[in-house]
């Protein structure tokens, strides 16, 4: 292959990851020159990254590279991987540098571009294949696209800022660590309003319910409190991003304000924000990613994911947006679909089903697509694990509020033309 090759400095998570770009470059048949002025970025810099020296600081670069160079669902996967493993590295590299303790590796989703490419490759068959991974002290959950894709939106238990100046797009709250394999890990009830909190809540008797008051604890020793802290450490984290676009045209959103009350659309990195200031609701499916690792050596077994339906009523008699147009017809790839519409809603597999193994070296990403033909709905989601002889189960929804899915039920639809400044209704 001609071109940048691996640099002597490089260390073999980088010449992996620079590997890929180079692939993707070289088949694009575009210049360094070329692709650096498409990107916004210096050709010295896209070199170094195509030849291993260095590493992008988050991924949304190397995502928009693969992207130009016409990169398939499959290779965006595999890139996103390899930086993952690269980035883990470069971070270690440079805290032993410093002489202080390991820095946190990758959160899963970088705050000011929540929802990269980091969900599930498909097979043919339109399977998921997962994402394996190393060196990551954050755990991922990504969704997968069926009929309900819970794909690249980044819950995490506690999300550590990576200096993007964005905000957390979604949160996990630890609902039960139990010290025996017993009946831990329980859904709660749908009666039951989740706290929003991210701070752990161990519970010993075995029950989902919020601990019951009681008085203040004794003190207790160095040893006794090491141990404690152990025991209730919730042994994951999970990462989501509640809207994963599948293409850059698949995302439509419905809003209560007239087209020219509207800015133009969001892309995928920017949708959170932008349906936050439009008070914005998926139209007919949303898209979760979520993101799933373990924060140490042991393996977490995820045994499975549950649904909760909040509320479901008529659907919203709203304006329909959509993000993008022009991106030909979409491509329904199914890992994990739900039905919103139906009686019990569940999620169903479209390959591989849980159990899933997950640790810190070897992370797991799931994309799941929830659909709703006939309601407004809101619903969050309980993922249940198990380590060793510990039980426990993770409350995930978007940043402490459920997540929020609407027919559009043949509402006035909006498209916005490149070039073109304003928002055009599809019936002229």
Same mark, same amino acid.
Request: hydrophobic fraction near 35%; charged fraction near 20%; glycine fraction near 12%.
């Given at each position: 292959?001609?071109?940048?090759?691996?640099?002597?400095?490089?260390?073999?998570?980088?010449?992996?990851?620079?590997?890929?770009?180079?692939?993707?470059?070289?088949?694009?048949?575009?210049?360094?020159?070329?692709?650096?002025?498409?990107?916004?970025?210096?050709?010295?810099?896209?070199?170094?990254?195509?030849?291993?020296? =260095?590493?992008?600081?988050?991924?949304?670069?190397?995502?928009?590279?693969?992207?130009?160079?016409?990169?398939? !669902?499959?290779?965006?996967?595999?890139?996103?991987?390899?930086?993952?493993?690269?980035?883990?590295?470069?971070?270690?590299?440079? =805290?032993?540098?410093?002489?202080?303790?390991?820095?946190?590796?990758?959160?899963?989703?970088?705050?000011?571009?929540?929802?990269?490419?980091?969900?599930?490759?498909?097979?043919?068959?339109?399977?998921?294949?997962?994402?394996?991974?190393?060196?990551?002290?954050?755990?991922?959950?990504?969704?997968? /696209?069926?009929?309900?894709?819970?794909?690249?939106?980044?819950?995490?238990?506690?999300?550590?800022?990576?200096?993007?100046?964005?905000?957390?797009?979604?949160?996990?709250?630890?609902?039960?660590?139990?010290?025996?394999?017993?009946?831990?890990?329980?859904?709660?009830?749908?009666?039951?309003?989740?706290?929003?909190?991210?701070?752990?809540?161990?519970?010993?008797?075995?029950?989902?319910?919020?601990?019951?008051?009681?008085?203040?604890?004794?003190?207790?020793?160095?040893?006794?409190?090491?141990?404690?802290?152990?025991?209730?450490?919730?042994?994951?984290?999970?990462?989501?991003?509640?809207?994963?676009?599948? /293409?850059?045209?698949?995302?439509?959103?419905?809003?209560?304000?007239?087209?020219?009350? $509207?800015?133009?659309?969001?892309?995928?990195?920017?949708?959170?924000?932008?349906?936050?200031?439009?008070?914005?609701?998926?139209?007919?499916?949303?898209?979760? $990613?979520?993101?799933?690792?373990?924060?140490?050596?042991?393996?977490? $077994?995820?045994?499975?994911?549950?649904?909760?339906?909040?509320?479901?009523? /008529?659907?919203? =008699?709203?304006?329909?947006?959509?993000?993008?147009?022009?991106?030909?017809?979409?491509?329904?790839?199914?890992?994990?679909?739900?039905?919103?519409?139906?009686?019990? !809603?569940?999620?169903?597999?479209?390959?591989?089903?849980?159990?899933?193994?997950?640790?810190?070296?070897?992370?797991?990403?799931?994309?799941?697509?929830?659909? /709703?033909?006939?309601?407004?709905?809101?619903?969050?989601?309980?993922?249940?694990?198990?380590?060793?002889?510990?039980?426990?189960? $993770?409350?995930?929804?978007?940043?402490?509020?459920?997540?929020?899915?609407?027919?559009?039920?043949?509402? !006035?639809?909006?498209?916005?033309?490149?070039?073109?400044?304003?928002?055009?209704?599809?019936?002229?």
């Amino acid at each position: 292959m001609s071109g940048a090759t691996g640099g002597a400095g490089a260390s073999g998570e980088a010449e992996a990851f620079a590997e890929l770009l180079r692939t993707l470059k070289e088949r694009s048949g575009l210049s360094y020159a070329t692709l650096a002025g498409r990107l916004h970025m210096s050709t010295s810099t896209l070199h170094r990254y195509c030849s291993g020296i =260095a590493v992008p600081p988050d991924y949304a670069p190397a995502e928009r590279l693969a992207r130009l160079c016409r990169a398939s !669902p499959g290779e965006l996967v595999e890139l996103h991987r390899r930086w993952i493993v690269a980035d883990a590295a470069r971070r270690s590299k440079a =805290a032993e540098h410093e002489g202080g303790p390991g820095t946190p590796a990758w959160t899963g989703e970088t705050p000011r571009e929540p929802g990269g490419s980091g969900d599930r490759s498909f097979g043919a068959a339109g399977a998921a294949a997962p994402v394996r991974t190393r060196g990551r002290r954050t755990a991922l959950l990504a969704s997968a /696209t069926a009929v309900v894709l819970l794909g690249a939106v980044a819950f995490a238990v506690n999300l550590p800022s990576s200096g993007g100046g964005g905000e957390r797009v979604g949160a996990a709250t630890p609902a039960e660590d139990t010290g025996a394999a017993g009946d831990g890990g329980k859904e709660p009830p749908a009666s039951e309003s989740p706290s929003p909190s991210a701070s752990p809540s161990a519970s010993r008797s075995g029950t989902a319910g919020p601990s019951a008051p009681a008085s203040e604890p004794a003190a207790l020793g160095g040893d006794d409190r090491d141990a404690a802290e152990d025991t209730d450490e919730v042994p994951l984290t999970v990462v989501a991003n509640p809207y994963h676009y599948e /293409t850059p045209c698949s995302q439509e959103f419905l809003v209560d304000r007239e087209p020219e009350q $509207v800015g133009p659309p969001a892309t995928e990195q920017d949708a959170r924000r932008w349906a936050g200031a439009y008070g914005a609701v998926s139209a007919d499916e949303q898209r979760v $990613v979520l993101t799933v690792q373990g924060t140490g050596d042991d393996t977490v $077994v995820l045994e499975s994911l549950h649904v909760r339906v909040v509320s479901k009523g /008529t659907p919203l =008699a709203w304006n329909e947006y959509a993000m993008g147009v022009g991106c030909g017809g979409k491509v329904r790839q199914a890992a994990f679909g739900l039905d919103l519409d139906g009686g019990s !809603p569940a999620i169903t597999p479209g390959g591989q089903d849980f159990p899933f193994k997950v640790s810190e070296s070897d992370p797991e990403v799931f994309v799941i697509t929830a659909r /709703t033909d006939a309601h407004d709905v809101r619903w969050d989601l309980t993922l249940n694990w198990s380590s060793g002889a510990r039980t426990g189960s $993770v409350h995930i929804d978007d940043d402490g509020i459920p997540f929020r899915t609407s027919a559009a039920a043949d509402r !006035p639809h909006y498209d916005y033309p490149p070039g073109g400044g304003e928002w055009i209704s599809e019936r002229g």
